[in-house]
Nanobody, 123 residues
Framework: QPYLVESGGGLVQPGGSLRLSCVAT????????MSWFRQAPGKGREGVMC????????LWQDSVKGRFTISRDNAKNTVYLQMNSLKPDDTAVYTC????????????????WGQGTQVTVSS
């Protein structure tokens, strides 16, 4: 079965940066919109950002505007989330997901999921 594997999470101090990677196996990313979701302790899963098959970007969380950047490298079958100026409220498990056709905020509509990578922002 196709799957995604995230990496790059860790512990970082407020104001720091991390770059998350998500590598696809068993399918080609160029046919999918790719999104990053996150789930903080005690909270529900929320969509963060999405990059479409043509490279268009959708932002779902205003709190990360100007701080997070999503990108994709189809040749490497990889999607990235560059996170700068991290805040404690960014602490969550970050998961990438693939969806056919176009971006959408409802995680039920996604076809393939990764297991997630923990991001902890703390002093």
């Amino acid at each position: 079965q196709p799957y995604l594997v995230e990496s790059g999470g860790g512990l970082v101090q407020p104001g720091g940066s991390l770059r998350l990677s998500c590598v696809a196996t068993g399918f080609n990313l160029d046919d999918y919109a790719m999104s990053w979701f996150r789930q903080a302790p005690g909270k529900g899963r929320e969509g963060v950002m999405c990059i479409g098959v043509s490279g268009g970007v959708t932002l779902w969380q205003d709190s990360v505007k100007g701080r997070f950047t999503i990108s994709r490298d189809n040749a490497k079958n990889t999607v990235y989330l560059q996170m700068n100026s991290l805040k404690p409220d960014d602490t969550a498990v970050y998961t990438c997901a693939a969806k056919t056709r176009y971006c959408g905020p409802d995680y039920h509509n996604y076809n393939v999921w990764g297991q997630g990578t923990q991001v902890t922002v703390s002093s």
